[in-house]
């Protein structure tokens, strides 16, 4: 019945988390429990890792099925553990209305690393898979594919929404690095010995498009970001057009004032600027707001 949700950044010790969990509620309390994995969910569904998340359609069909399979256990007298990054803040949200209105207890956990030591550890997954065994059972190993550098830091440092103790579908929140100790009797009492939260109007899902809207901005900023230095190594001085986004013309001449150091700064700035002032608006704005923001800067 209750539901505990896993986030946290890569390779900071999200699944070590979840069977510690897993055998203290078996071992001490005698409690079922039910793992729902977005790793297995990633392998069930035949993707991999790294272009999942580069992939807004995989990364949404990922999404639809971990809610599902946690839908479909939460009502049952056991504890759900939804391992995973879960780095939308809108999307814990709908996870929590749906514990909500099934009137099941919820907490938190997340966990958190340095980020160049989770790093340094990600590349030893990907030295240890380079000499491992090559018989060695596929399912084994799903929680060992190591991310590639752009996937690791876009979900580390651009697309995660962090966890806070004052939104009420983060609390309670437990926070853990690899270090520390869970408080795992704490966590038993606030999923056992506390009432939950009556079901009312405010536990419906909040729009999808709202949840993906973070996603939507980093993958079609790089696009563009992209086609522009493309433009630029071919030496081209003439307007850049994007077929994606008819009407809309990078100036003739801009490329000019463009290099990666550059481009990334005002990418940088213009994502900042978007998520505190654009996060409820339709994601096909996104292109034409970054070229227009283009248009004026780059010559600044």
């Known amino acids: 019945m209750p539901l505990i949700i896993i986030c946290g950044t890569p390779v900071s010790g999200k699944t070590f ?16 429990v039910e793992i729902v994995s977005e790793d297995e969910a990633i392998a069930k569904l035949g993707y991999d890792k790294n272009s999942t998340y580069l992939d807004s359609q995989k990364e949404k069909r990922i999404r639809g099925y971990l ?3 946690v839908l479909r256990l939460i009502g049952k007298d056991h504890v759900v553990i939804l391992d995973g990054s879960n780095y939308i803040k809108g999307y814990r949200y709908e996870l929590y209305c749906a514990s909500k209105a099934s009137k099941s207890t919820q907490c938190t956990v997340y966990t958190i690393r340095n980020h160049d030591e989770a790093w340094e550890a990600n590349l030893k997954r990907e030295q240890d898979a380079n000499t491992e065994n090559q018989l060695v059972d596929k399912d084994s190993s799903i929680n060992s594919m190591p991310y590639t550098e752009e996937v690791f830091n876009a979900l580390t440092l651009l697309r995660f929404e962090e966890p806070n103790s004052n939104n009420r579908w983060d609390s309670p929140l437990f926070t853990v690095q690899p270090s520390d100790e869970l408080n795992l009797d704490d966590i038993y ?6 009432k939950p ?15 993906n809207f973070l996603y939507e901005l980093d993958k079609v900023t790089q696009s563009i970001s992209k ?4 433009a630029k190594q071919l030496n081209m001085d003439g307007e850049v057009k994007f077929p994606e986004y008819p009407g809309c013309i990078l100036e003739a001449g801009y490329t000019q004032f463009v290099n990666p150091q550059k ?15 654009h996060s409820n608006e339709d994601t096909s704005k996104i292109g034409r707001y970054y070229i227009q923001y283009l248009n004026k800067t780059l010559t600044d």
């Open 17 to 32: 988390r979840t069977n510690e969990l897993k055998d203290f509620f078996i071992n001490k309390h005698k409690k079922k």
């Open 67 to 69: 809610k599902s399979e």
């Open 189 to 194: 009492k606030v999923l056992f010995e506390k």
């Open 197 to 211: 939260p009556p079901p009312n109007m405010s536990t419906q899902n909040a729009p999808l498009t709202a949840t």
């Open 227 to 230: 086609q522009i230095l493309d």
């Open 263 to 277: 481009l990334l700064r005002l990418r940088r700035q213009f994502l900042t600027y978007a998520k505190m002032n």
